[in-house]
Each structure stands twice: as C-alpha cells, then as structure tokens.
C-alpha cells in the first residue's frame, strides 16, 4: 500500500489511524492534512486513485468531497460580506442540493462572478489546491469515485419510490431528481467534474481543503473575528424531514456538536461531505482539518474520520 508524506512523531497515532483505514476499514485511496497555527503538521497521502489499484494516489490529487464543499462555498459568501458586498439577514430557504445554487447565485450577484471564478482568488493567494468546476487541464488528476451502495439501501429507495407516501417519496427525490443531480452515475466523467454544482461537486485535496480553513482562523484574511465568531454560533435549528434528525446550523458553516463532532472544542466548525471527507477549524486548537478520500459509503461520518480526528486530539492532548 503506498503512504508517503509528512508526519512528525509526536503526531504518529494519526499515521497509524490513517494506515488502519486501509487496512481494517476498506479504504482505497485519500489523503488527510492537519495545520496548525498556521503551518502544516501532518500531510499524508496513501492508496490508489482507482477501483483497479494501479494509480497511486499522488500530493495533487483531486477528489471530489461532496457537502464538504458546502463550507468553501459559505467562507466565499462571508468574505463578500466582509467586503461589504452581501448581507447576511435576507432570508432564503437551503437544500441537500440547490443550497450551492442558492449561495452561488448570491455570491455571483453580490460579487460578480461565478462561484468558479470567485474561488480562484483565495484558493490562488492561499495555494490551495480547491476547485468548483475542474478545468479540462486539471481533470487528469482527479482520483475515480468509488460508490458504495448497500443492498439495504437500494431496496429502502425502491420501496420508497413505489409507495403511495409523498412524504417519503419527496425524500428520495430531494437527492435523486433530476436523475444525477447529486452524482450517481455521472461522478466520474467530465461533464460533472467541469460542471458548478457547488453543494456536491466541489474537487480538492486534503490539503487544500485544510488551507481554506487555516485562512478563516487568521483574524482579517479572509473574515474578521466577529464575522467568523457570528458565522459559527447556531443560527437555525429544528428537526429536518430530508435528513431525518435534529440539525443545527451556522452561516453556511455546521457548528460542532454531539452528533457533528468536529474536534474537540466547542467553537470548532466545518462541513462533512457523503462518504467521509470533512473540513473544519478549531479556534481554540488552532487546528484546521482537511480529510479527502474516494471510497464512498452512504453516510458522512464514519470510523474513518472519526479515528483521525480523534486520534488528533488525543496527541494534542498528550503534548500539553
């Protein structure tokens, strides 16, 4: 299994934990990138960009991380409004997919360019290797997306579909209609990875996707304290029919929580994509978190995030 990469010793659980994903957890490829205070800790890359196992997963990989992408979006729109370019009170309503069209409409009108576009800025001056809609040039470096599908899923939407219950049939059609909206079947070609579909489609590498968040914690690069303080508090709550649970949420951000872990400190925020990638800074660590992978299972947290975050905090923990 090839593993190359940066990881000092006083951080070794988490190279253990990133080996054991492939190992005992049946991953294929991915990477994981830890800043803190600024600089990069641990930049591990490891497994294969492909379902055949013969194309090493490289630094430059790209994947695509799915909701993840939700909080790339949501740093773009609070940078216009540190600019003075966007309000934050209008009200609007979000969904599983249309959110990215919703907030990339807005950010387009407030900033006047596409959300393509808009990141190129940022993810320039920061080096990050972040895109929403892959340019031609770049695709060959974009890892093949393996779906995992479990029989029990496939028969609940079968059923779910047949049954004479708009409630449920509503559900599964906020991620499946129109047919490939949210990815199935259209993942690995290059109309979907060139096209902007920010809330499922963003590509990155982990370690990309961890400097997006480094810059929101360095008070005026991207955000002010305040902005960045308000943009992480929860600003709606309730429980969500699509989803089936109790959610909160901040301005495009998801603030931690016991059932949306995202490091050990409550001021730690970020986003989760389906199958297991996750970006998110902590304040109080001065930790900033980037997890990208191509085995895609049906949910967003997994013993595979979890046992690098936690493994993270338990090294930081030790060291004082």
């Not at 740093?75 to 600019?83: C, I, R, S």
């Not at 360019?113 to 809609?133: K, M, N």
């Not at 997306?145 to 906020?174: C, H, K, N, Y």
């Amino acid at each position: 299994m090839p593993v190359s990469g940066a990881c000092p010793d006083e951080f070794l659980a988490v190279r253990d934990a990133f080996l054991a994903n492939f190992a005992d957890r049946g991953k294929v490829g991915g990477a994981v990138c830890v800043m803190i205070d600024g600089g990069v800790v641990i930049d591990l890359v490891g497994g294969w960009r492909d379902s055949a196992r013969t194309q090493p997963w490289r630094d430059d990989t790209l994947v695509d991380i799915c909701s993840a992408g939700k909080g790339v979006l949501a740093a773009l729109a609070l940078h216009l409004n540190e600019n003075g370019q966007l309000a934050l009170d209008a009200r609007v309503v979000y969904h599983t997919n249309t959110y990215g069209h919703l907030v990339g409409e807005i950010i387009r009108r407030a900033g006047g360019q596409t959300v393509s576009a808009a990141l190129r800025e940022p993810a320039t001056s920061l080096t990050a290797d972040v895109w929403i809609g892959v340019p031609p040039e770049e695709q060959s470096r974009c890892a093949e997306v393996i779906f995992e599908s479990p029989p029990a899923l496939s028969a609940s939407v079968a059923q779910a579909m047949g049954s004479e219950d708009e409630a449920q049939r509503m559900i599964v059609l906020a991620y499946l209609n129109p047919p490939g909206y949210g990815s199935a079947g259209v993942v690995n070609t290059p109309e979907w990875r060139g096209a902007q579909v920010p809330a499922a489609n963003a590509h990155a590498t982990a370690k990309g996707l961890a400097q997006i968040y480094g810059a929101q914690l360095v008070p005026n690069r991207q955000v002010s304290s305040e902005l960045l303080a308000e943009a992480t508090k929860v600003q709606a709550a309730g429980d969500c029919p699509i989803l089936g649970e109790y959610v909160e949420y901040g301005l495009g951000f998801v603030p931690t929580s016991a059932r949306r872990p995202m490091g050990a400190n409550p001021r730690a925020f970020g986003h989760f994509g389906t199958g297991g990638a996750v970006g998110f800074g902590d304040p109080d660590a001065g930790v900033a978190f980037g997890y990208a992978l191509n085995h895609v299972g049906p949910r967003w947290q997994s013993s595979r995030n979890r046992a690098l975050i936690d493994s993270l905090y338990d090294c930081l923990h030790k060291s004082g």
